[in-house]
């Protein structure tokens, strides 16, 4: 089973950008899509982006393509989820995930997961 840390939150006001990163350890990362999803308060958990186990493919929401960038480093067992031009509604508690599915955006798909780090973005 892989263990999963996020990091890389904190507040950040609106058109900024934050690097959040996630750091595996267990086992073999390189055999894992990673996913990135996000809760906000009173809101579902919803998906952001992924990328395929070898890094070769990625896949976004509508709402953060052109903004966010996923990508995976698999000889440091780290994922990151770049943040650029960040919006007030980005704020959100930000999770990630590994998976054994190719292209799928659904939550139950996913597992294990982190347990998250706050993104707050101020307008």
């Known amino acids: 089973q892989v263990q999963l840390v996020e990091s890389g939150g904190g507040l950040v006001q609106a058109g900024g950008s934050l690097r959040l990163s996630c750091a595996a350890s267990?086992?073999?990362?390189?055999?894992?899509?990673m996913g990135w999803f996000r809760q906000a308060p009173g809101k579902e958990r919803e998906f952001v982006a992924a990328?395929?186990?070898?890094?070769?493919?990625?896949w976004y929401a509508d709402s953060v393509k052109g903004r966010f960038t996923i990508s995976k480093d698999n000889a440091k067992n780290t994922a990151f989820l770049q943040m650029n031009s960040l919006k007030p509604w980005d704020t959100a508690v930000y999770y990630c995930?590994?998976?054994?599915?190719?292209?799928?955006?659904?939550?139950?798909?996913?597992?294990?997961w982190g347990q998250g780090t706050q993104v707050t973005v101020s307008s």
């Open positions: 990328i395929s186990w070898g890094g070769g493919s990625t």
């Open positions: 267990g086992r073999t990362f390189s055999n894992y899509a």
């Open positions: 995930a590994a998976s054994r599915a190719f292209g799928s955006s659904l939550a139950a798909d996913f597992g294990p």
